[in-house]
């Protein structure tokens, strides 16, 4: 009986030691699969295997949402996510581009909350990729937010996927994201938008805006360069801030190196309007994608809620929307915009309490 203890016991103590040199050897593939991509996008978290429970209840489509997630407006991703993932049966996988400094946060948020079931990849992007590409106005040095361009980047964020979504952080969707996911684009079509001046944000709330919603609100016609281009100054514009991109036609068109293109001949030339819409990261999307992109259902990126403090649609039209979008100064989370209940709905409260100053700074901002 003492031989049989013996034996026993030296049984369990090999396999302690294979137990501890498989995970050794886990660990150092994971390391070795996390090595910097030549863009600067590194793989954080892996995506964890579905529950399951998970994998019974939901469906075997797999959907790519990419989102990206900066600390100071990381509970919107989060909502938004939370969101989305409430209303499908999809396997959705979630690429969440962020910053190196938010990992962290973003990580204790996802796994200690209800959350912790959602299938997630955490990428890092590094600001570097955008040097020569981007000048910052250094009046406004605050205003220059890198993770706006993740969306340029989209092969390189999600690289296996022939078809991904991508969504702001002030969105709040509210119906099955597969309809969006699958959205018919026309042949040679590497994207579809939502038009701006033909929206039903636009024929139900737009009235008087004039040239902010065409592509004169975002480009300099005084410009040779632009001029050469003949695009027609009152072409109507689209918001980027939502749109499915088919990935096999956005890599044979080469989409990202077209948009880089644009980026630093701006640094030169001083492309983009000064005007109307300020915005940086719209202009060379506009350019590239002229005539060239599919639409989305106009539903789907119900827009402008956070243009002002008072209410734009009526309650019928906010619950009927697909998707809603708060862009503009107002963000739900500082409790001003509008139908910022409907935001709360989707809301995981921040585990750190991080958040909760950020959302106190930006209400007393708002009032001022």
């Known amino acids: ?37 030549p863009l600067g996008l590194q793989p954080i978290d892996f995506i964890p295997a579905a529950p399951q429970r998970l994998t019974d209840e939901r469906s075997d489509k797999e959907i790519s949402v990419v989102i990206a997630a900066s600390d100071e407006r990381l509970g919107g991703a ?27 946060h973003l990580r204790m948020w996802l796994s200690s909350t209800s959350l912790k079931n959602m299938r997630y990849r955490i990428l890092d992007f590094d600001p570097r990729v955008l040097e020569g590409k981007v000048q910052a106005d250094p009046q406004k040095a605050d205003t220059f937010k890198p993770l706006t ?32 996911y699958n ?25 008087g805006a004039g040239n902010q919603y065409n592509y004169i609100g975002f480009l300099d016609y005084k410009k040779e360069t632009i001029r050469k281009l003949a695009m027609k100054a009152n072409t109507c514009s689209f918001n980027p801030g939502v749109f499915v991109a088919n990935l096999t036609e956005w890599k044979l068109q080469n989409i990202t190196k077209q948009l880089e293109k644009w980026m630093a001949l701006n640094v030169v030339e001083e492309l983009y309007s000064k005007t109307l819409a300020g915005s940086i990261t719209t202009p060379p999307l506009l350019i590239v994608f002229y005539k060239q992109h599919s639409s989305l259902d106009p539903m789907w990126n ?4 956070g243009s002002s403090a008072g209410k734009r649609y009526s309650p019928q039209f906010v619950k009927a929307a697909k998707l809603l979008h708060w862009n503009g100064h107002f963000k739900p989370w500082g409790r001003t915009a509008s ?24 209400e007393a901002y708002e009032a001022k």
């Not at 989209?154 to 690289?159: A, D, E, G, S, W």
């Not at 979504?165 to 309809?179: K, P, R, T």
């Not at 959205?183 to 944000?201: E, I, M, N, V, W």
């Open 1 to 37: 009986s003492v031989n049989i203890s013996i034996l026993i016991v030296a049984v369990v103590i090999f396999l302690l030691v294979l137990h501890h040199n498989f995970l050794s050897l886990s660990d150092f593939l994971r390391r070795e699969l996390s090595d910097p991509s």
């Open 78 to 104: 989060i909502a938004a996510m939370n969101s989305i993932y409430y209303h499908t049966r999809s396997n959705v996988v979630f690429h969440i581009v962020t910053l190196n400094d938010t990992v962290d």
């Open 149 to 180: 361009f993740a969306r340029f980047y989209l092969p390189n964020l999600v690289p296996h996927a022939e078809k991904v979504i991508y969504v702001d952080d002030d969105v709040i969707v509210q119906d099955d994201i597969l309809e969006l």
């Open 183 to 207: 959205t018919p684009l026309k042949p040679g079509h590497a994207a579809a938008f939502s038009d701006d001046c033909d929206s039903t944000s636009s024929k139900v709330a737009v009235r």
């Open 302 to 305: 119900v827009r402008h809620l």
């Open 339 to 362: 139908y910022a209940e409907v935001w709360e709905k989707w809301y995981v409260p921040d585990p750190t309490g991080k958040f909760n100053l950020i959302r106190r700074h930006s």
